[in-house]
C-alpha cells in the first residue's frame, strides 16, 4: 500500500526530525547549560501536594514507559514463543496500563495544580515549563482516552499489528507509514504528541531523567562518629570573675 504525501510528513518526517532534535539537542543542552541540568525542584516553596503528586506521576510514569517498551519494541511473535498468548498480554496490558495512567493522570494533575494555585511556583514559571507542561498533558491524557475508548470500554484494538509496526520500522531505518495511517485518531494523536515532546525534552526539566543518582544504590554506607566538643575559650571577663572569686574566698 502506497503512502500519501501527508502520511509521508507525519509518520516519517516529522518522527525523524523530532529524533533529531532530541538527540542534537541534549548534546547542545549539555555543553552549553550544565548547572541548569535539573529538574528545579519547588519543594521549599510547597511540599503537601507535591508530597503526594511527585510519586504518584514518578511511579505511574516508569510503568507507562515499561508498558510502551514492551508493547512497542517487542513484537507480538516473541510473547507468544515464550508462552504468553496475545488475550493474556491484552488484558494483562489494558488493565496494569489503566491503572497506570490513572496514577499519572493524578500525580500530573496535582503537580500542574500546585503549579497553577502557588503564586511563588506560578511567578518562577519560566516559557520551558509553559511549553513542558501542556504538552506532557497533551500525550498522558491522549494515551490514557485511547486506552479506555477502544480496551475498555470499546471492543478492543491491537495496536500491536499496526502502531507498533511502524514505531519499530523508524529505528530500523524502514518506516511505514502505512501501518499508522489506518490507526484510530486517538493512538495517531498520542503517537504524535508523544514524538513532539521529545522534540521539546532537552530544553525542558525533563533532562534530569538523564540524571537520576543510581549509583546511590550501590555506594557503601556512610559512618557517621560523634566529635567530642571542645570547651569554650574563657573570656577575658569571665577570667576576670573567676579571680576576683579566689580573692575574695
Known amino acids: 500500500m502506497n503512502a500519501s504525501t501527508a502520511d509521508l510528513l507525519l509518520w516519517v518526517a516529522v518522527p525523524y526530525i523530532c529524533l533529531a532534535v532530541f538527540a542534537v539537542g541534549h548534546v547542545w543542552r549539555y555543553r552549553q547549560d550544565q548547572f541548569g541540568w ?140 502505512e501501518a499508522i495511517a489506518g490507526a484510530p485518531l486517538l493512538f495517531q494523536a498520542h503517537a504524535l504528541t508523544a514524538f513532539l515532546l521529545f522534540a521539546a525534552w532537552p530544553f525542558t526539566r525533563l533532562v534530569h531523567v538523564w540524571s537520576a543518582p543510581i549509583g546511590y544504590l550501590a555506594r557503601p554506607y556512610l559512618v557517621y562518629r560523634r566529635r567530642a566538643t571542645a570547651p569554650a575559650p574563657e573570656t577575658p571577663s569571665a577570667r576576670a570573675n573567676r579571680q576576683r572569686t579566689r580573692r575574695a574566698a
Not at 508462552?83 to 499519572?104: L, N
Open 38 to 177: 535539573t529538574s528545579r525542584t519547588t519543594q521549599l516553596l510547597e511540599h503537601r501536594w507535591l508530597r503526594w503528586g511527585s510519586p504518584l506521576f514518578h511511579l505511574g510514569a516508569f510503568m507507562v514507559i515499561a508498558g510502551h517498551v514492551v508493547g512497542l519494541a517487542i513484537p507480538d511473535a516473541w510473547t507468544e514463543a515464550v508462552g504468553i498468548s496475545e488475550h493474556a498480554y491484552h488484558t494483562t496490558a489494558v488493565w496494569a496500563g489503566s491503572v497506570a495512567g490513572v496514577a499519572m493522570v493524578a500525580g500530573l494533575g496535582m503537580l500542574c495544580a500546585r503549579r497553577l494555585l502557588t503564586r511563588q511556583i506560578r511567578l518562577g514559571t519560566d516559557r520551558s515549563d509553559k511549553l513542558l507542561f501542556p504538552l506532557l498533558s497533551a500525550t498522558v491524557l491522549l494515551g490514557i482516552t485511547a486506552t479506555f475508548a477502544h480496551n475498555v470500554f470499546g471492543a478492543g484494538y491491537d495496536y500491536r499489528s499496526t502502531v507498533s509496526v511502524w514505531f519499530r520500522g523508524l529505528f530500523v531505518l524502514q518506516p511505514k507509514p
